[in-house]
């Protein structure tokens, strides 16, 4: 398969973390004859996530669907799947990472997202979590975009300061591309 023109299936895992869940799931991948194009996998409390992108041939991409609600549940993990196509890029003039980090305070996360949505900015990726620091629940966010062609980013820096100083955290932007 040298190409991602084929089929392609989303498929979402969840379940009690333990060792052998990805080469369990991989293996009937492969065994399917799909390609893994993409994946992330997370911890959230005492659960494993795993997000894949599959691509393969109609055939491929049917024995996934039939045969992965059988090995769910002998696994017992909990899966979902949706057909999929390849993502068309749009029209964006630069990527960037935001980092930022502050006393953990309810609704932050919200207003940054937000932000971002009414600026048309395409977030990528988004990881988040707390941690503890001096007796006290700190937040950490860091956050992959695309910018809008049409973006003033100097303006758009002035505003987010903005929205940095009333939410009290701390930030840095990096140009990834």
Same mark, same amino acid.
């Given at each position: 398969?040298?190409?991602?023109?084929?089929?392609?299936?989303?498929?979402?895992?969840?379940?009690?973390?333990?060792?052998?869940?990805?080469?369990?799931? @991989?293996?009937?991948?492969?065994?399917?004859?799909?390609?893994?194009?993409?994946? +992330?996998?997370?911890?959230?409390?005492?659960?494993? !996530?795993?997000?894949?992108?599959?691509?393969?041939?109609?055939?491929?991409?049917?024995?996934?669907?039939? @045969?992965? *609600?059988?090995? /769910?549940?002998?696994?017992?993990?909990?899966?979902?799947?949706? +057909? !999929?196509?390849?993502? @068309?890029?749009?029209?964006?003039?630069?990527?960037?990472?935001?980092?930022y980090t502050g006393i953990d305070t309810q609704g932050t996360l919200s207003r940054v997202t937000r932000f971002l949505a009414?600026?048309?900015?395409?977030?990528? /990726?988004?990881?988040?979590? @707390?941690?503890?620091?001096?007796?006290?629940?700190?937040?950490?966010?860091?956050?992959?975009?695309?910018? *809008?062609?049409?973006?003033? &980013?100097?303006? &758009?820096?002035?505003?987010?300061?903005?929205?940095?100083?009333? /939410?009290?955290?701390?930030?840095?932007?990096?140009?990834? +591309?």
């Amino acid at each position: 398969m040298t190409t991602f023109t084929s089929h392609q299936l989303v498929l979402t895992a969840i379940g009690e973390d333990r060792s052998g869940i990805v080469g369990e799931l @991989t293996q009937l991948v492969s065994e399917c004859n799909c390609n893994i194009i993409d994946s +992330r996998i997370a911890i959230l409390g005492n659960e494993f !996530t795993f997000i894949m992108l599959l691509a393969g041939d109609m055939a491929a991409i049917s024995r996934v669907e039939h @045969t992965l *609600p059988v090995k /769910s549940m002998e696994l017992g993990l909990l899966t979902m799947m949706k +057909r !999929t196509s390849s993502h @068309t890029e749009s029209d964006y003039s630069a990527g960037y990472t935001l980092e930022y980090t502050g006393i953990d305070t309810q609704g932050t996360l919200s207003r940054v997202t937000r932000f971002l949505a009414e600026q048309n900015i395409s977030i990528c /990726s988004l990881k988040s979590d @707390t941690f503890e620091e001096e007796k006290q629940l700190h937040m950490r966010c860091v956050l992959e975009f695309n910018t *809008p062609s049409e973006l003033n &980013f100097d303006q &758009f820096k002035i505003k987010f300061e903005e929205l940095s100083s009333i /939410s009290n955290v701390q930030y840095v932007f990096r140009r990834i +591309r």
